[in-house]
């Protein structure tokens, strides 16, 4: 290795200020404060290390107290559209720093996010931004007490000395509990993930809640079914359907636990002959894109998941500027009406 460049991968720094007629802190401003060095020079530097295939140490860099340009984002499943839509959001919120982010799914392990959060800080990360796999979090805020930073994004409400970015689920529940009852829904069904996670058993309370307020007994008006594991989303919504439409009492609306299990659903419903709305209504969570252009539209409950995004990773720059703030941001979901709910037939 020579200067900060890998010896393997063309020139190091001494090259290419060489062959750039300029001095090596010339070369180290244009990689890392640019704007400190005039146009037609930081061209000429560009063009060598462009042509020399020099490559910067991100060791050697972090040994001369720069910090990393990574950083470590951990959710249940990377294959889920909302964690797909959620770190899009962290990444324009880590754009104008030039971080980018390393992925990695737990699967709703806790061991598994043992094992990455563990690979992550030996990596040096800037921070890692995390979606716990239980409520559960003192493993994660080791890893902060050890000197990477951390923030729990949505995560449990009001954990004690964590920095987090929160939704209040239990509202949301609340807003699908209030509304399918208000359209004069007396029998519901509410569609499950196991295992279960944080925002999950969140709104299921808020559900209760909102039917308890509306004069209904849960205990009584809302059946629950599973889907596992939540991978399954789609795929096992068929079988889901049947248990549901099978009873003796079928329910007259459909609760999803978010808008992939809601795509299921609807397709379970067309495949038994069932209209949505006009035989069962249907309501999903998270409002991702597809949902308005499902036929019907779905009734969905937003979550402002990029803003949840770029507020999570401007409080972890804050985090690995000024040390620990242990604040928390909450947002509020919005119920979004549209034609997959209607009063029952």
Same mark, same amino acid.
């Given at each position: 290795?020579?200067?900060a460049g890998r010896?393997g991968r063309?020139?190091?720094? +001494?090259?290419?200020?060489?062959l750039a007629?300029v001095?090596?802190s010339?070369?180290?401003n244009v990689?890392?404060n640019?704007?400190?060095v005039? !146009?037609?020079t930081?061209?000429?530097? !560009?063009?060598? /290390?462009?042509r020399?295939g020099?490559?910067?140490?991100?060791p050697?860099?972090?040994l001369?107290?720069?910090?990393?340009?990574l950083?470590?984002?951990?959710?249940?499943?990377?294959g889920?559209p909302f964690?797909a839509?959620l770190?899009?959001?962290i990444?324009?919120?880590l754009?104008e720093?030039?971080?980018v982010?390393?992925?990695?799914s737990?699967?709703v392990?806790?061991?598994? !996010?043992? +094992?990455?959060?563990? /690979?992550?800080?030996?990596?040096?990360v800037?921070? /890692?931004?995390?979606?716990p796999?239980?409520?559960d979090?003192?493993g994660?805020?080791? *890893?902060?007490?050890?000197?990477?930073?951390?923030?729990?994004?949505?995560?449990?409400?009001?954990?004690?000395g964590?920095c987090?970015?929160t939704?209040?689920?239990?509202?949301g529940g609340?807003l699908?509990?209030?509304?399918?009852?208000?359209l004069g829904?007396?029998r %519901?069904a509410?569609?499950?993930?196991t295992?279960?996670?944080?925002?999950?058993?969140?709104? %299921?309370?808020?559900?209760?809640a909102?039917?308890r307020?509306?004069? %209904?007994d849960?205990?009584?008006?809302? *059946?629950?079914v599973?889907?596992?594991?939540?991978? +399954?989303?789609?795929?096992d919504?068929?079988r889901i359907?049947?248990e /549901?439409?099978?009873?003796?009492?079928?329910?007259?609306?459909?609760?999803?636990?978010?808008d992939?299990?809601?795509?299921?659903?609807?397709?379970g419903?067309?495949?038994?002959?069932r209209?949505v709305?006009?035989?069962?209504s249907?309501?999903?969570y998270?409002d991702?894109?597809?949902?308005?252009?499902?036929h019907?539209?779905?009734?969905?409950v937003?979550t402002p *998941?990029? !803003?949840?995004?770029?507020?999570?990773a401007g409080?972890?720059?804050?985090?690995?500027?000024?040390?620990?703030r242990h604040?928390e941001i909450?947002?509020?979901p919005?119920?979004?009406?549209?034609?997959?709910?209607?009063?029952?037939g």
């Amino acid at each position: 290795m020579t200067g900060a460049g890998r010896s393997g991968r063309g020139g190091g720094m +001494r090259q290419v200020a060489q062959l750039a007629g300029v001095s090596v802190s010339t070369v180290a401003n244009v990689l890392n404060n640019p704007g400190l060095v005039a !146009e037609d020079t930081r061209r000429r530097v !560009e063009e060598v /290390i462009a042509r020399v295939g020099f490559v910067r140490s991100g060791p050697a860099r972090q040994l001369r107290g720069l910090p990393s340009q990574l950083v470590g984002v951990v959710t249940l499943d990377q294959g889920n559209p909302f964690y797909a839509a959620l770190n899009r959001g962290i990444e324009d919120g880590l754009a104008e720093v030039g971080c980018v982010t390393l992925t990695c799914s737990t699967d709703v392990r806790p061991d598994k !996010e043992t +094992r990455v959060l563990r /690979i992550l800080e030996e990596q040096a990360v800037r921070g /890692i931004l995390v979606t716990p796999t239980s409520h559960d979090v003192t493993g994660i805020l080791e *890893v902060g007490r050890r000197g990477t930073p951390v923030v729990l994004v949505d995560g449990p409400h009001g954990c004690a000395g964590a920095c987090a970015v929160t939704v209040d689920h239990r509202l949301g529940g609340e807003l699908v509990g209030a509304h399918l009852a208000g359209l004069g829904h007396r029998r %519901l069904a509410y569609v499950r993930a196991t295992p279960e996670v944080v925002p999950a058993t969140d709104r %299921l309370a808020g559900l209760h809640a909102a039917l308890r307020t509306s004069g %209904l007994d849960p205990a009584e008006a809302l *059946v629950e079914v599973r889907i596992s594991p939540a991978s +399954r989303l789609v795929e096992d919504a068929d079988r889901i359907v049947d248990e /549901i439409l099978d009873r003796r009492d079928p329910p007259t609306a459909i609760a999803c636990v978010n808008d992939l299990a809601a795509l299921g659903v609807m397709r379970g419903l067309a495949r038994r002959g069932r209209r949505v709305p006009e035989d069962v209504s249907v309501v999903g969570y998270d409002d991702l894109d597809f949902a308005a252009l499902l036929h019907p539209a779905l009734t969905s409950v937003r979550t402002p *998941v990029r !803003e949840l995004g770029r507020a999570a990773a401007g409080m972890l720059l804050d985090e690995a500027a000024d040390g620990h703030r242990h604040t928390e941001i909450r947002f509020a979901p919005t119920l979004i009406v549209r034609d997959s709910s209607a009063p029952p037939g």
